[in-house]
């Protein structure tokens, strides 16, 4: 039921575009979600390292999510849309139609995805630059950022891409564009992936020393020279077109976007923690990280005034809560690795007919016969002889090294479905393990955490909880809506609506904790052992890197 101090009946529109499908959710003004849906989206990867996107599949998908969470509902009760989504790199030419980023021309896959590494030599020599902007990503910029993109598309796509381009738009932006016609670009998406400065715009120096001077010359229209703050309403509304794509009525407030992972942190950073026990209780808002655990995990810590932290991304201002500094650290694959780890062992065949048969999904089921195998011990002690490096798709934080590779130690010769869960088991710990690798940097620069917040489908894997907080040794916190990212993309059409003076007042009114995960104290030590194997497993793989690379 609303509260007396409510309009009621006034819901707001979440969608969001992650990395494997779109969702959508009617939220309410306490940030609950009152329907729900999914779409899966298309991924191709037409060589080694190349993930394309199709902008138009997108749209469509948001399109399909957006009428089925409206059905039913009085559309005049709709104040307001938000759009997050993946920061990947959407190009269309001058009359807004998709141009190829591919070498067959197929113009349908208009995306260079986030997790796209084809502009390695891209990065090294924006790198090799040592130009002040890259104080602004962690010292070094990573290949999943926009500048290398680009720069690749210059130099491989010149006449088929390159030269027809209009707009280049981070895949948030797009959409608000796509629904509101208005090209004004986030805050959010350019300070975080494009080098802008919420204070200082965008610096001629850079784009002119990497080969871009390209942007300089049109004055960036081409990415971006009107910018809002996310949250801010768009134009007119919605467009007439729009509406009907979307099944909502024209008009309606649009939120300027965020990328998804910022939308996470404001569905669960601002919640009441009164009452839970946690040492963050009467803390500042910057003793939280948020946590956005998806395809990939992304680390959202703030603070009120810049911090560097090397190997970490940021600081940026304002890009995810007003006012605030954003250091973001992450790990460029973590459920894509579970994945790939489950479903590449010869025991997946078995492991799928036998969580089919009990109508579970394969990490339910893996997650209760790691319960049987374990005996008396915690689950954990299962990998005391097995050790994962997880930098399948390289080290994004704290190490900042797109060299990096996967490493495990430990393997028998079995092949069976108990060799599977303990495989399992050790990849989790392995991610949670990286977690707090990143928070150790983040402390050390001046961070100081003490409570995560986490959100994402892999927040649903009641393992994968439980790692972070014994392998961290913090307290997690999962908020009353799974689908957080959502609440988030939900606050930001709150805001556009008017309906809230601020997006801190939408946050502390819309994201609410569930349940708290306690880290079991007890295994301490064990833990402290593996992460120290865990360190060493890097600095043996720099060695043998070493060794190969001498004479
Ligand atoms: N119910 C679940 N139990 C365990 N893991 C899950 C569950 N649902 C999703 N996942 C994990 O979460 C990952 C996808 O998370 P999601 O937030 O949907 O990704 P994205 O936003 O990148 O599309 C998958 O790789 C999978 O490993
Ligand atoms: O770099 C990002 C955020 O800054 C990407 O958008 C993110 O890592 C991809 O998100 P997801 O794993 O949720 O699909």
């Avoid at 134009?235 to 965020?258: C, M, Y």
């Avoid at 108990?418 to 989790?428: G, R």
Wanted: contains cysteine.
């Amino acid at each position: 039921m609303l509260g007396e101090d409510q309009e009621p009946g006034s819901y707001y529109v979440g969608v969001d575009v992650g990395t494997g499908s779109v969702r959508a959710a009617l939220v309410d003004q306490k940030g609950v979600l009152l329907a729900f849906a999914d779409q899966p989206i298309y991924k191709w990867e037409p060589q080694f390292n190349h993930h394309e996107q199709s902008s138009e599949d997108i749209w469509t998908a948001c399109c399909v999510v957006t009428k089925k969470v409206v059905q039913g509902i009085d559309l005049n009760q709709i104040r307001g849309l938000g759009f997050d989504a993946t920061c990947s790199l959407v190009v269309l030419d001058k009359q807004f139609h998709p141009l190829p980023v591919n070498f067959e021309g197929d113009s349908h896959r208009n995306i260079i995805m986030w997790l796209d590494h084809r502009a390695v030599s891209q990065v090294h020599r924006i790198n090799e630059t040592k130009h002040s902007v890259l104080q602004y990503v962690g010292g070094v910029m990573s290949v999943e950022m926009q500048a290398p993109k680009l720069l690749w598309l210059k130099e491989n796509l010149r006449e088929t891409c390159w030269d027809k381009a209009g707009h280049f738009f981070d895949l948030p932006d797009f959409l608000s564009w796509k629904a509101t016609g208005v090209t004004a670009r986030s805050l959010c998406s350019l300070v975080c992936k494009w080098t802008y400065s919420a204070e200082r715009g965008w610096d001629d120096s850079f784009w002119k020393m990497i080969g871009l001077e390209d942007f300089v010359a049109d004055n960036y229209s081409k990415i971006g020279n009107q910018v809002l703050p996310p949250g801010a309403s768009l134009g007119n509304g919605l467009t007439p077109e729009a509406a009907k794509d979307l099944g909502l009525p024209a008009g309606i407030a649009v939120a300027a976007s965020l990328i998804d992972a910022h939308a996470g942190g404001l569905g669960v950073i601002g919640a009441d923690v009164r009452g839970h026990g946690l040492a963050c209780e009467g803390q500042p808002v910057t003793s939280r990280l948020a946590v956005i655990c998806g395809t990939s995990s992304c680390h959202m810590g703030i603070s009120k005034d810049p911090i560097f932290v090397p190997g970490v991304w940021g600081p940026y201002f304002s890009a995810m809560v007003p006012g605030f500094w954003l250091n973001e650290g992450g790990q460029s694959v973590t459920g894509k690795l579970i994945d790939h780890m489950v479903q590449g062992h010869a025991a997946f065949p078995e492991l799928q007919a036998k969580a089919t048969a009990r109508c579970q999904s394969v990490y339910a089921y893996l997650n209760s016969h790691l319960d049987l195998i374990k005996k008396a011990q915690p689950v954990g002690f299962l990998t005391v002889d097995l050790h994962v490096w997880p930098d399948f798709h390289g080290n994004r934080s704290p190490l900042a090294d797109l060299t990096l590779k996967g490493m495990v130690t430990g393997l028998k010769l079995s092949q069976d479905l108990d060799n599977l869960a303990i495989l399992y088991l050790a990849t989790v710990q392995a991610i949670a393990f990286g977690t707090r690798l990143i928070i150790e940097a983040m402390q050390g620069a001046g961070h100081s955490i003490s409570t995560l917040f986490l959100c994402g489908g892999l927040s649903k894997n009641p393992l994968f909880v439980q790692m972070h907080a014994d392998i961290t040794g913090m307290p997690v916190v999962l908020s009353q809506e799974v689908e957080s990212v959502l609440v988030g993309a939900a606050i930001l059409g709150a805001c556009a609506s008017g309906d809230f003076a601020s997006v801190q007042e939408a946050m502390a009114r819309m994201s609410k904790v569930g349940k708290v995960v306690f880290p079991r104290l007890e295994d301490k030590r064990y833990y402290d052992k593996k992460y120290q194997v865990f360190l060493k497993l890097v600095e043996h793989q720099k060695e043998y890197a070493a060794i190969m690379k001498g004479d």
